[in-house]
Protein backbone atom coordinates (compact mmCIF):
# COMPACT_ATOMS: atom_id res chain seq x y z
CA UNK A 1 0.00 0.00 0.00
CA UNK A 2 1.64 3.18 -0.97
CA UNK A 3 1.66 5.44 2.05
CA UNK A 4 0.67 9.33 1.54
CA UNK A 5 1.63 12.10 3.61
CA UNK A 6 -0.11 13.86 6.40
CA UNK A 7 -2.28 10.59 7.49
CA UNK A 8 -1.87 8.52 10.51
CA UNK A 9 -1.02 5.13 9.51
CA UNK A 10 -1.69 2.63 12.87
CA UNK A 11 -0.84 -1.00 12.64
CA UNK A 12 -3.17 -3.02 15.17
CA UNK A 13 -2.05 -6.83 13.48
CA UNK A 14 0.87 -8.45 14.86
CA UNK A 15 1.79 -5.71 17.25
CA UNK A 16 1.31 -1.47 17.63
CA UNK A 17 2.45 0.98 15.77
CA UNK A 18 1.59 4.50 14.66
CA UNK A 19 3.69 6.09 11.71
CA UNK A 20 3.67 9.67 10.14
CA UNK A 21 5.20 10.93 7.24
CA UNK A 22 7.40 8.06 7.46
CA UNK A 23 8.26 8.49 10.84
CA UNK A 24 7.48 5.99 13.70
CA UNK A 25 5.89 8.02 16.50
CA UNK A 26 6.27 5.28 19.19
CA UNK A 27 10.07 3.67 20.54
CA UNK A 28 9.69 -0.33 20.62
CA UNK A 29 10.27 0.36 24.58
CA UNK A 30 7.03 2.77 24.62
CA UNK A 31 4.72 0.51 22.92
CA UNK A 32 3.30 -1.48 25.60
CA UNK A 33 3.40 1.90 27.69
CA UNK A 34 -0.03 3.25 29.53
CA UNK A 35 0.19 5.76 26.46
CA UNK A 36 0.23 3.29 23.97
CA UNK A 37 -2.64 1.46 25.83
CA UNK A 38 -4.72 4.68 25.70
CA UNK A 39 -4.03 5.12 21.77
CA UNK A 40 -4.90 1.88 21.15
CA UNK A 41 -8.29 2.44 22.47
CA UNK A 42 -8.61 6.07 21.14
CA UNK A 43 -7.63 4.91 17.28
CA UNK A 44 -9.18 1.67 17.31
CA UNK A 45 -12.76 3.20 18.55
CA UNK A 46 -12.18 6.44 16.97
CA UNK A 47 -15.72 6.26 15.06
CA UNK A 48 -17.62 5.98 18.08
CA UNK A 49 -15.39 6.81 21.26
CA UNK A 50 -13.88 4.90 23.95
CA UNK A 51 -15.71 4.87 27.02
CA UNK A 52 -13.72 6.82 29.85
CA UNK A 53 -14.13 4.12 32.44
CA UNK A 54 -13.08 1.34 30.09
CA UNK A 55 -10.00 3.49 29.70
CA UNK A 56 -9.60 3.97 33.25
CA UNK A 57 -9.72 0.21 33.75
CA UNK A 58 -7.15 -0.67 31.32
CA UNK A 59 -4.46 1.83 32.09
CA UNK A 60 -4.64 1.41 35.91
CA UNK A 61 -6.22 -2.43 36.14
CA UNK A 62 -7.07 -2.96 39.20
CA UNK A 63 -4.59 -0.16 41.01
CA UNK A 64 -6.30 1.62 43.95
CA UNK A 65 -5.62 5.91 43.03
CA UNK A 66 -6.62 8.56 45.13
CA UNK A 67 -8.13 10.76 41.98
CA UNK A 68 -8.23 8.18 38.94
CA UNK A 69 -9.53 10.82 36.65
CA UNK A 70 -6.53 12.79 37.09
CA UNK A 71 -4.01 10.35 36.33
CA UNK A 72 -5.97 9.75 33.19
CA UNK A 73 -5.53 13.21 32.16
CA UNK A 74 -2.28 13.36 32.71
CA UNK A 75 -1.56 10.47 30.59
CA UNK A 76 -3.49 12.08 28.01
CA UNK A 77 -1.43 15.03 27.85
CA UNK A 78 1.26 13.04 28.02
CA UNK A 79 0.38 10.81 24.72
CA UNK A 80 -0.22 14.13 22.96
CA UNK A 81 3.38 15.94 23.90
CA UNK A 82 4.43 12.27 22.01
CA UNK A 83 2.21 13.40 18.90
CA UNK A 84 3.21 16.80 18.80
CA UNK A 85 6.89 15.50 18.67
CA UNK A 86 6.77 13.18 16.33
CA UNK A 87 5.85 16.05 14.12
CA UNK A 88 1.88 15.96 13.57
CA UNK A 89 0.35 19.55 13.26
CA UNK A 90 -0.50 21.28 16.53
CA UNK A 91 -3.29 24.36 17.70
CA UNK A 92 -5.76 21.37 18.22
CA UNK A 93 -6.90 18.87 20.40
CA UNK A 94 -6.17 15.09 19.15
CA UNK A 95 -8.17 14.03 21.66
CA UNK A 96 -11.24 15.41 22.90
CA UNK A 97 -13.94 14.65 25.43
CA UNK A 98 -17.85 14.20 24.68
CA UNK A 99 -19.43 13.08 27.65
CA UNK A 100 -18.41 9.94 28.78
CA UNK A 101 -16.17 8.88 25.63
CA UNK A 102 -12.91 10.23 24.24
CA UNK A 103 -12.39 10.98 20.93
CA UNK A 104 -9.82 11.17 18.17
CA UNK A 105 -9.77 14.39 16.57
CA UNK A 106 -11.55 14.42 12.59
CA UNK A 107 -8.69 16.98 11.95
CA UNK A 108 -6.50 14.46 10.95
CA UNK A 109 -6.80 11.40 8.70
CA UNK A 110 -6.31 7.80 10.15
CA UNK A 111 -5.55 4.42 8.40
CA UNK A 112 -5.60 1.54 10.51
CA UNK A 113 -5.17 -1.82 9.26
CA UNK A 114 -7.75 -3.52 11.60
CA UNK A 115 -10.53 -0.78 10.26
CA UNK A 116 -9.19 -1.46 6.66
CA UNK A 117 -9.64 -5.26 6.76
CA UNK A 118 -12.85 -4.86 8.43
CA UNK A 119 -14.41 -2.17 5.09
CA UNK A 120 -12.74 -4.83 2.56
CA UNK A 121 -14.32 -7.85 4.08
CA UNK A 122 -17.74 -5.85 3.89
CA UNK A 123 -17.21 -5.10 0.69
CA UNK A 124 -16.01 -8.31 -0.72
CA UNK A 125 -19.75 -9.74 1.21
CA UNK A 126 -21.72 -7.30 -0.77
CA UNK A 127 -20.24 -8.04 -4.57
CA UNK A 128 -21.55 -9.89 -6.89
CA UNK A 129 -19.23 -10.31 -9.76
CA UNK A 130 -17.05 -13.53 -8.47
CA UNK A 131 -13.73 -12.15 -9.89
CA UNK A 132 -14.17 -9.16 -8.04
CA UNK A 133 -15.44 -11.00 -4.68
CA UNK A 134 -12.28 -13.38 -5.21
CA UNK A 135 -10.12 -10.26 -5.22
CA UNK A 136 -11.71 -8.42 -2.08
CA UNK A 137 -11.67 -11.48 0.01
CA UNK A 138 -7.93 -12.10 -0.59
CA UNK A 139 -7.35 -8.58 0.29
CA UNK A 140 -8.83 -8.74 3.30
CA UNK A 141 -6.49 -12.06 3.79
CA UNK A 142 -3.49 -10.44 2.96
CA UNK A 143 -4.30 -7.22 5.30
CA UNK A 144 -4.19 -9.70 8.32
CA UNK A 145 -0.33 -9.98 9.27
CA UNK A 146 -1.02 -11.49 12.92
CA UNK A 147 -2.77 -11.36 15.53
CA UNK A 148 -4.34 -8.61 17.05
CA UNK A 149 -1.91 -5.88 18.53
CA UNK A 150 -0.35 -9.09 18.93
CA UNK A 151 1.12 -10.59 22.54
CA UNK A 152 0.17 -6.64 24.13
CA UNK A 153 -3.46 -8.15 23.78
CA UNK A 154 -2.70 -10.60 26.49
CA UNK A 155 -4.93 -9.88 29.34
CA UNK A 156 -6.91 -7.13 27.92
CA UNK A 157 -10.75 -7.92 27.64
CA UNK A 158 -11.21 -5.84 25.16
CA UNK A 159 -8.22 -6.20 23.09
CA UNK A 160 -9.34 -10.06 23.44
CA UNK A 161 -12.72 -9.50 21.72
CA UNK A 162 -10.93 -7.60 19.25
CA UNK A 163 -8.50 -10.20 18.07
CA UNK A 164 -11.38 -12.71 18.37
CA UNK A 165 -13.18 -10.86 15.69
CA UNK A 166 -10.46 -10.12 13.20
CA UNK A 167 -8.96 -14.01 13.26
CA UNK A 168 -12.53 -14.65 12.71
CA UNK A 169 -12.84 -12.33 9.47
CA UNK A 170 -9.17 -14.06 8.18
CA UNK A 171 -10.71 -17.09 8.42
CA UNK A 172 -13.82 -16.62 6.75
CA UNK A 173 -12.13 -14.55 4.20
CA UNK A 174 -9.36 -17.44 3.82
CA UNK A 175 -11.96 -20.04 3.47
CA UNK A 176 -13.78 -18.28 1.05
CA UNK A 177 -11.14 -17.25 -1.20
CA UNK A 178 -9.92 -20.55 -1.14
CA UNK A 179 -12.87 -21.98 -2.66
CA UNK A 180 -13.27 -19.22 -5.40
CA UNK A 181 -9.83 -20.30 -6.20
CA UNK A 182 -10.51 -23.87 -6.22
CA UNK A 183 -13.54 -23.41 -8.55
CA UNK A 184 -11.55 -21.29 -10.78
CA UNK A 185 -8.20 -23.63 -10.67
CA UNK A 186 -5.50 -21.45 -9.96
CA UNK A 187 -3.66 -23.83 -7.59
CA UNK A 188 -0.61 -21.23 -7.74
CA UNK A 189 -2.31 -18.61 -5.82
CA UNK A 190 -4.15 -21.07 -3.50
CA UNK A 191 -0.96 -22.28 -2.78
CA UNK A 192 0.39 -18.93 -2.14
CA UNK A 193 -2.54 -18.35 0.18
CA UNK A 194 -2.44 -21.60 1.67
CA UNK A 195 1.75 -20.48 2.96
CA UNK A 196 0.52 -17.14 3.68
CA UNK A 197 -2.11 -17.98 6.27
CA UNK A 198 0.31 -21.13 7.85
CA UNK A 199 2.76 -18.04 8.51
CA UNK A 200 0.45 -15.80 10.14
CA UNK A 201 -1.71 -18.11 11.81
CA UNK A 202 0.52 -20.89 12.64
CA UNK A 203 -0.88 -24.28 13.96
CA UNK A 204 -4.35 -23.63 12.26
CA UNK A 205 -4.83 -26.58 9.56
CA UNK A 206 -3.80 -24.10 6.83
CA UNK A 207 -1.70 -26.70 5.46
CA UNK A 208 -3.98 -28.52 3.87
CA UNK A 209 -4.87 -25.29 1.78
CA UNK A 210 -1.48 -25.77 0.39
CA UNK A 211 -1.21 -29.45 0.14
CA UNK A 212 -4.57 -29.44 -1.77
CA UNK A 213 -3.18 -27.00 -4.42
CA UNK A 214 0.38 -29.29 -4.81
CA UNK A 215 -2.15 -32.50 -5.28
CA UNK A 216 -4.60 -30.74 -7.89
CA UNK A 217 -1.22 -29.40 -9.58
CA UNK A 218 0.57 -32.71 -9.74
CA UNK A 219 3.26 -31.93 -7.37
CA UNK A 220 2.96 -34.85 -5.41
CA UNK A 221 6.34 -34.90 -4.09
CA UNK A 222 6.12 -31.68 -2.93
CA UNK A 223 2.86 -32.55 -1.14
CA UNK A 224 4.27 -35.40 0.73
CA UNK A 225 7.22 -33.05 2.00
CA UNK A 226 4.23 -30.67 3.24
CA UNK A 227 2.49 -33.40 4.56
CA UNK A 228 5.75 -35.02 6.73
CA UNK A 229 6.75 -31.05 7.79
CA UNK A 230 3.40 -30.65 8.66
CA UNK A 231 3.61 -33.53 11.31
CA UNK A 232 7.19 -32.46 12.21
CA UNK A 233 6.28 -28.86 13.21
CA UNK A 234 2.75 -30.07 15.11
CA UNK A 235 5.08 -32.60 16.93
CA UNK A 236 7.63 -30.04 17.81
CA UNK A 237 5.69 -27.28 18.72
CA UNK A 238 2.96 -28.89 20.80
CA UNK A 239 4.02 -32.30 21.42
CA UNK A 240 0.89 -34.02 19.33
CA UNK A 241 -0.12 -35.13 16.37
CA UNK A 242 -2.02 -32.56 14.18
CA UNK A 243 -5.80 -32.55 14.65
CA UNK A 244 -7.84 -35.36 13.21
CA UNK A 245 -9.30 -33.42 10.61
CA UNK A 246 -6.02 -31.97 9.18
CA UNK A 247 -5.10 -35.96 9.03
CA UNK A 248 -8.41 -36.56 7.57
CA UNK A 249 -7.87 -34.11 4.83
CA UNK A 250 -4.44 -35.21 4.14
CA UNK A 251 -4.63 -38.94 3.92
CA UNK A 252 -7.47 -38.34 1.78
CA UNK A 253 -5.16 -35.95 -0.27
CA UNK A 254 -2.48 -38.70 0.12
CA UNK A 255 -4.93 -41.51 -1.53
CA UNK A 256 -4.82 -39.19 -4.76
CA UNK A 257 -1.12 -39.25 -5.46
CA UNK A 258 -0.75 -41.80 -8.06
CA UNK A 259 2.41 -42.69 -10.13
CA UNK A 260 2.80 -42.30 -14.07
CA UNK A 261 3.46 -45.79 -15.14
CA UNK A 262 7.10 -46.81 -15.03
CA UNK A 263 9.24 -49.96 -14.73
CA UNK A 264 10.61 -51.83 -12.14
CA UNK A 265 14.11 -50.66 -12.44
CA UNK A 266 12.94 -46.91 -12.47
CA UNK A 267 10.68 -47.18 -9.11
CA UNK A 268 13.71 -49.16 -7.66
CA UNK A 269 15.88 -45.86 -7.90
CA UNK A 270 13.27 -43.96 -7.19
CA UNK A 271 12.80 -45.44 -4.30
CA UNK A 272 16.47 -45.98 -2.87
CA UNK A 273 17.21 -42.78 -3.18
CA UNK A 274 17.67 -40.34 0.46
CA UNK A 275 17.62 -36.70 0.54
CA UNK A 276 19.72 -36.53 3.26
CA UNK A 277 21.76 -39.84 2.92
CA UNK A 278 24.19 -39.91 5.85
CA UNK A 279 26.96 -42.89 6.68
CA UNK A 280 25.29 -43.53 9.84
CA UNK A 281 21.61 -44.17 11.10
CA UNK A 282 18.51 -43.16 8.97
CA UNK A 283 17.24 -39.63 9.82
CA UNK A 284 14.05 -39.74 9.19
CA UNK A 285 10.12 -37.24 9.88
CA UNK A 286 7.70 -38.51 11.70
CA UNK A 287 5.26 -40.23 9.56
CA UNK A 288 7.98 -42.20 7.67
CA UNK A 289 9.27 -43.28 11.50
CA UNK A 290 5.49 -44.35 12.33
CA UNK A 291 5.55 -46.42 9.35
CA UNK A 292 8.88 -48.05 9.77
CA UNK A 293 7.96 -48.64 13.57
CA UNK A 294 4.52 -50.26 12.09
CA UNK A 295 6.71 -52.68 9.85
CA UNK A 296 9.39 -53.69 12.40
CA UNK A 297 6.43 -54.67 14.80
CA UNK A 298 4.78 -56.88 12.13
CA UNK A 299 7.82 -58.57 11.29
CA UNK A 300 8.56 -59.16 14.44
CA UNK A 301 5.66 -61.34 14.77
CA UNK A 302 7.11 -64.17 12.20
CA UNK A 303 11.19 -63.13 12.89
CA UNK A 304 11.62 -63.20 16.19
CA UNK A 305 14.13 -60.36 15.49
CA UNK A 306 14.72 -58.24 18.75
CA UNK A 307 14.30 -54.90 18.28
CA UNK A 308 14.16 -51.60 21.01
CA UNK A 309 12.71 -47.96 21.09
CA UNK A 310 14.95 -45.71 22.42
CA UNK A 311 13.48 -42.12 23.68
CA UNK A 312 16.60 -39.60 24.13
CA UNK A 313 15.66 -36.76 26.23
CA UNK A 314 17.88 -33.48 27.09
CA UNK A 315 18.47 -32.44 30.21
CA UNK A 316 18.89 -29.43 31.98
CA UNK A 317 21.60 -28.77 35.30
CA UNK A 318 18.66 -28.99 37.48
CA UNK A 319 18.20 -32.99 35.93
CA UNK A 320 14.64 -31.37 33.96
CA UNK A 321 13.56 -31.86 30.46
CA UNK A 322 14.53 -29.08 28.67
CA UNK A 323 11.65 -27.80 27.01
CA UNK A 324 12.55 -24.23 25.82
CA UNK A 325 15.41 -21.56 25.51
CA UNK A 326 18.10 -20.11 23.03
CA UNK A 327 20.36 -23.19 22.97
CA UNK A 328 18.13 -26.05 23.06
CA UNK A 329 17.76 -26.10 18.88
CA UNK A 330 22.10 -25.88 19.12
CA UNK A 331 21.61 -28.92 21.85
CA UNK A 332 18.85 -30.87 19.44
CA UNK A 333 21.13 -30.22 16.63
CA UNK A 334 24.03 -31.81 18.68
CA UNK A 335 21.94 -34.77 19.98
CA UNK A 336 20.64 -35.25 16.32
CA UNK A 337 24.35 -35.85 15.19
CA UNK A 338 25.65 -37.74 17.93
CA UNK A 339 22.68 -40.36 17.36
CA UNK A 340 22.98 -41.07 13.66
CA UNK A 341 26.55 -41.63 14.59
CA UNK A 342 26.23 -44.05 17.51
CA UNK A 343 23.68 -46.48 15.78
CA UNK A 344 24.13 -48.45 12.39
CA UNK A 345 22.74 -47.74 8.98
CA UNK A 346 19.97 -50.39 9.46
CA UNK A 347 18.04 -48.18 12.48
CA UNK A 348 15.98 -44.96 12.71
CA UNK A 349 16.57 -41.86 14.07
CA UNK A 350 13.63 -39.05 14.19
CA UNK A 351 14.02 -35.59 15.93
CA UNK A 352 10.22 -36.13 18.07
CA UNK A 353 10.20 -32.86 20.08
CA UNK A 354 12.32 -29.90 19.80
CA UNK A 355 14.45 -31.63 22.93
CA UNK A 356 13.99 -35.43 22.33
CA UNK A 357 14.84 -37.89 19.30
CA UNK A 358 13.19 -41.40 18.85
CA UNK A 359 15.65 -44.36 18.17
CA UNK A 360 14.42 -47.88 16.10
CA UNK A 361 17.24 -50.42 17.21
CA UNK A 362 16.64 -53.24 15.15
CA UNK A 363 17.85 -57.15 15.97
CA UNK A 364 20.09 -56.24 18.84
CA UNK A 365 19.63 -56.69 22.80
CA UNK A 366 19.54 -54.42 25.96
CA UNK A 367 23.49 -54.73 26.51
CA UNK A 368 23.67 -53.00 22.72
CA UNK A 369 21.31 -50.74 23.80
CA UNK A 370 23.52 -48.96 26.63
CA UNK A 371 26.42 -48.94 24.44
CA UNK A 372 24.41 -47.13 21.76
CA UNK A 373 23.74 -44.77 24.88
CA UNK A 374 27.45 -44.66 26.03
CA UNK A 375 28.32 -43.59 22.57
CA UNK A 376 26.11 -40.83 22.08
CA UNK A 377 26.92 -39.46 25.48
CA UNK A 378 30.69 -39.40 24.26
CA UNK A 379 29.86 -37.63 21.32
CA UNK A 380 27.39 -35.38 23.06
CA UNK A 381 29.18 -34.50 26.02
CA UNK A 382 28.86 -30.43 27.22
CA UNK A 383 31.91 -29.11 28.86
CA UNK A 384 31.28 -26.67 31.76
CA UNK A 385 27.71 -27.86 32.17
CA UNK A 386 25.81 -30.62 33.71
CA UNK A 387 23.51 -30.66 30.70
CA UNK A 388 23.18 -34.34 30.04
CA UNK A 389 20.90 -37.05 27.81
CA UNK A 390 18.34 -39.03 29.41
CA UNK A 391 17.25 -42.54 28.05
CA UNK A 392 14.03 -44.60 28.36
CA UNK A 393 14.13 -47.90 26.32
CA UNK A 394 11.41 -50.21 25.51
CA UNK A 395 11.70 -53.57 23.48
CA UNK A 396 8.84 -53.51 20.66
CA UNK A 397 8.00 -56.92 21.70
CA UNK A 398 6.53 -56.12 24.67
CA UNK A 399 3.88 -53.70 23.12
CA UNK A 400 3.59 -55.87 20.23
CA UNK A 401 2.16 -58.00 23.29
CA UNK A 402 0.00 -55.97 24.39
CA UNK A 403 -2.16 -55.54 20.98
CA UNK A 404 -4.48 -57.34 19.52
CA UNK A 405 -3.48 -60.56 17.97
CA UNK A 406 -3.25 -60.36 14.14
CA UNK A 407 -4.77 -62.60 11.83
CA UNK A 408 -2.09 -65.25 10.84
CA UNK A 409 -1.69 -66.54 7.60
CA UNK A 410 -0.46 -70.46 7.15
Same mark, same amino acid.
Given at each position: MEKRENILYVQMFNGFSLEWNGKKVLKERERESQVSRLLQMILHERRNGALREEIKGVLFEERELENSNHALQSVIYNAKKKLKAAGLPSGFNYIRREGERYHWTEKISVVEDA #? &????????? &????????KLKRYLEACYTYTG???GSAADNILWAVQEAK?????FCVSTERAAALLRERGDYEKMEELGLYASRVDSLAN??? %??? &? !?? %? !?? #? +????????? /??? %????? +? &?? *? %??PSGSLQDLMG?? #?????? #??????QIQEELSREERPNPGGYLCPYPVFTGIYQIMRRLMERSGQSVFLMLCTIMDGKGNPMKEGPKLDELAKKLEEAACRAVRRCDT? /??? *?????????? /??? +??DCILVQKRIDREFMEKRQRIHVQYHVSSVTDATDRLPEAGKRD
Open positions: #G &EMERIFAEA &EEETDSGKEFLKYHCLWET %VTM &E !AL %V !AA #G +RHQEAKRLY /NDT %VELYH +R &EL *G %VSGL #GRKMEH #GYSVLEV /NRY *GRGQYLILLT /NTT +RE
